[in-house]
């Protein structure tokens, strides 16, 4: 006599698609679902390449991880600070007149977003190099203009991340390695260069930035000493920052210590009266403090053979770019910008948005960030989304770092520290992207912000830079059998 195939409902572990245990649960059965995907999203070229770096002998994996510890603890050993604000054309490697930097993997004229286009414009008019925007749209078309990524100058930029030699800079330190990082002094929100605005306001406001704001804060810092950013960023992020898109605690912070030497300098009362508002109206001050710290961080990871640590990641509003440091300073694996899901100012949607735009990512690329949301659940307020989804998204990041920080710790997490030292081989094993928050420029130059919110960069850059590093070192590490 036969038998029932079962005698009791099944029990099944579902991998896969829903509908199947959807199908099982309707006639009874216990389903647990397994969330599963192929790594790589199951791309075949990047599942091979994954596969023949399975295959290397143990020797080769030993390299590897041994120069990811060295990647992670370069990062982690950093200690950026703040030694003076200089003339951009002064100290930033490089730079000279007729050069204009600007944030993202390399761009040419013809090929920027509009914001990129609209800073570009405002830059040359601030120079001088034009008399007005029209003339200055002939002047960056005419080759007579040389483009270059800050990356490639030792600097870093929010936004449309414009630098030209007469702004003043933040000069960062690392003194761990004495790398110097540049950035410029934030301009706040909304018109503003950074965004592409560049109305007679814009540069009027870049030429009080130059001749009133930069010497009063420069003198009140010589008189203070320098500022340990490592220690400041610490205490941003224990009182509610992340260090991207939240820096209230930061700007505050960096206010009480240069305050009473401001008001001891010898600069007229009104002129630090008017420094101290434009300071406490910045929430955002701190920000261009932060991407140097992160900075001249990384730019140890610059050159770390056999290392899968992610050493640069950076937007133009055209592309998104990310650089290995196994792989050396000079090569770029670039991938079209994302489109940012966020919330909008009064008056604008996702329509007139620009694409993912900025070198404020080096922030993410360091180990704070969008990376340490769960330091800031109040930035759900300005980039969309749940208080609870800040803490999930610092708790994804752990699965593809290779380390957590000593000195940036969250409070929300009993002071665990942040996931630093992306590893792209997690990244496109797991499918998990780099969490990253940001504001968000109008598509057209000449208007400025529009709204602030979440980005996923492209996955193929990551594959891509994957490829290129089993390819760069297939042969050496499979004679070391």
């Not at 399975?54 to 041994?66: C, F, G, N, S, Y």
């Amino acid at each position: 006599m036969s038998k029932p195939l079962l005698s009791s409902a099944p029990t099944v572990i579902n991998i896969g698609l829903q509908a199947f245990a959807d199908e099982i649960a309707s006639v009874g059965g216990s389903v647990v679902s397994v969330s599963w995907k192929p790594p790589a999203g199951g791309d075949p070229e990047t599942l091979a390449r994954l596969g023949r770096m399975m295959a290397w002998p143990a020797a080769a994996h030993r390299r590897v991880e041994q120069a990811n510890r060295d990647a992670a603890r370069r990062l982690l050993e950093a200690r950026p600070v703040v030694r003076d604000i200089r003339r951009a054309g002064d100290v930033i490697p490089g730079m000279h007149e007729r050069l204009v930097l600007h944030a993202g993997p390399p761009v040419t004229w013809d090929r920027m977003c509009g914001p990129m286009r609209g800073g570009v414009l405002g830059a040359l008019v601030y120079e001088g190099l034009a008399a007005d925007l029209a003339q200055a749209e002939r002047l960056a078309a005419s080759g007579e203009v040389t483009f270059a990524p800050c990356h490639h100058h030792d600097a870093v930029g929010p936004m449309a991340g414009i630098v030209t030699a007469s702004m003043p800079v933040w000069e960062v330190v690392n003194e761990t390695t004495g790398a110097a990082a540049f950035c410029t002094l934030n301009e706040g929100l909304g018109k503003v260069l950074r965004y592409g605005a560049n109305s007679a306001g814009v540069i009027q406001r870049l030429r009080w930035m130059e001749q009133q704001l930069a010497p009063t804060l420069r003198s009140a810092l010589a008189a203070r000493g320098p500022l340990d950013l490592r220690s400041l960023i610490s205490q941003a992020l224990q009182m509610g920052d992340e260090g991207h898109n939240r820096n209230r605690a930061g700007t505050s912070l960096v206010i009480r210590e240069l305050a009473p030497f401001l008001v001891e300098s010898e600069h007229p009362r009104d002129t630090i009266a008017e420094v101290l508002r434009f300071l406490h109206g910045n929430d955002h001050f701190f920000l261009n403090l932060t991407m140097p710290a992160a900075k001249c961080a990384v730019m140890s990871l610059a050159d770390v053979p056999w290392s899968t640590v992610v050493s640069v990641m950076a937007r133009n509003g055209t592309d998104f770019g990310i650089r290995l440091a196994g792989l050396g300073p000079g090569r770029w694996f670039c991938a079209p910008a994302s489109e940012v899901d966020g919330l909008f100012l009064p008056g604008f949607s996702a329509a007139d948005a620009a694409r993912d735009i900025g070198d404020s990512v080096i922030t993410e690329t360091s180990g704070i960030g969008g990376f340490a949301m769960a330091a800031a659940p109040a930035i759900v307020q300005f980039v969309g989304g749940r208080a609870r989804d800040a803490l999930r998204f610092t708790a994804q990041m752990y699965a593809i770092t290779l380390a957590e920080s000593e000195a940036y710790r969250i409070p929300a997490l009993d002071f665990r520290g942040t996931p630093t030292g992306i590893d792209v081989v997690k990244v496109v094993e797991t499918g998990v992207l780099p969490a990253i928050n940001t504001g968000i420029a109008h598509r057209d130059p000449g208007v400025g912000m529009v709204g602030a919110g979440l980005v996923k960069p492209p996955t193929e850059c990551f594959r891509e830079a994957l490829r290129a590093f089993v390819d760069r070192h297939d042969a050496e590490a499979r004679a070391m059998e």
